[in-house]
């Protein structure tokens, strides 16, 4: 039934300011998550039988490459024994720049990874300041360095654009640091105030960000940028070159099930959806007990699986076809979406409807064209 594997590790030298994502900079019992992590895989191989023919692995985090050396042996470990890989499978290690070293992405390839996924976010030093990354520029250069001559079947660099103090020059000159080393595939995304960051507890979080007009410039000059270079923009914050997509993402944005495993991590069967514990502690206390870390789960009401298909499909390349809607709505979204159409933001066909390069930064507005209610 899944085919899909996510682990959660939650560790980080520090905790960025723009992250909502569940993570700590305290290593604190660090050393029992393993084994907190074999009891749920355990746990879960008895409930939906052995896990065989995975077709994509995504350690993310927190910052997997944080572990110690010792622990990575016991990762691959804990991963062979509970679960099986399909020929030709993607497992992708999430990392940081000043952990990506040569001998630490070299411990991962040993145990299985092929694909590692590293969080650069700037070339420029005042731009990681205010980002609060634990990296300098130098640590990002020699990680891409790195990934570039370390034999794996793919990889990836992540930017960010839209920051306080960077102008429309910085953001080329970043983008054109991170195309000097040929990534197979990078990942470019907005600041946003996520409401469980640090920043949205500031008195004035906005400050952090850059003024709508210059984020619609970034983004416009990156898609041209990247499409000359010879890159696929496959997904709304997404660019691969030819064979490069992140196989693992596509199984999310084409709501195939998951399993989630790890602190915080979700997991979906194809109707329902539920949670783990967002917190250390209590997830390693639980397991300890033999408990499961659960903590809440959701069945999908028709109006969410629509919801869900509209927003997922349409930040694909590919668009969302009649066949993922409803019948007795067919008619209703073409009717929405027609005035988009003819403002060249959308193309509609017999087979469906797919953002144009000039739809791509209006995303949101498009979806929200068709959900909102």
Request: net charge negative; glycine share 6%.
């Amino acid at each position: 039934m899944f085919r899909h594997l996510y682990v959660h590790i939650p560790y980080c030298v520090k905790k960025c300011p723009y992250c909502d994502f569940f993570s700590v900079a305290d290593d604190r019992r660090m050393m029992e998550f393993l084994d907190a992590l074999a009891a749920e895989f355990a746990l879960l191989a008895a409930e939906y039988g052995p896990f065989t023919g995975i077709e994509t692995v995504f350690i993310g985090g927190g910052t997997p490459t944080h572990l110690p050396a010792e622990s990575v042996p016991r990762l691959g470990e804990v991963l062979s024994r509970h679960a099986s890989l399909a020929p030709g499978y993607e497992w992708t290690i999430e990392a940081n720049p000043e952990s990506a070293t040569p001998e630490q992405i070299a411990r991962f390839m040993d145990i299985g990874a092929n694909r590692v996924s590293v969080g650069v976010q700037s070339f420029d030093a005042g731009e990681l300041a205010l980002l609060g990354r634990a990296h300098s520029v130098c640590d990002a250069h020699a990680a891409a360095r790195t990934l570039s001559s370390a034999g794996l079947a793919s990889w990836s660099l992540d930017l960010m654009f839209g920051l306080a103090g960077q102008s429309l020059a910085s953001w080329q000159q970043s983008v054109n640091h991170a195309l000097a080393y040929r990534p197979p595939h990078l990942s470019s995304y907005a600041l946003m105030i996520e409401p469980g960051s640090a920043y949205a507890r500031d008195p004035e979080p906005e400050r952090f960000c850059a003024d709508e007009a210059l984020v619609a410039d970034e983004y416009a000059w990156l898609m041209e940028t990247l499409t000359e270079a010879g890159y696929e923009h496959y997904e709304l914050s997404n660019y691969a070159l030819p064979g490069h997509r992140c196989r693992h993402n596509e199984a999310y944005w084409s709501r195939r099930p998951y399993l989630g495993l790890g602190p915080s991590a979700q997991s979906f069967d194809g109707r329902r959806r539920w949670w783990n514990v967002r917190s250390i502690d209590e997830y390693l206390d639980r397991l300890r007990d033999g408990r499961s870390p659960t903590t809440e789960s959701e069945t999908l009401e028709p109006e969410q699986v629509f919801d869900e298909v509209v927003m997922l499909s349409l930040r694909r390349k590919e668009g969302m076809a009649w066949s993922m809607v409803p019948s007795d709505r067919r008619g209703w979204v073409r009717s929405a979406l027609l005035p988009m159409s003819d403002s060249g933001l959308v193309e509609i066909d017999r087979e469906g409807v797919r953002l144009t390069a000039k739809g791509w930064p209006l995303a949101d507005a498009v979806i929200r064209r068709i959900i909102a209610r």
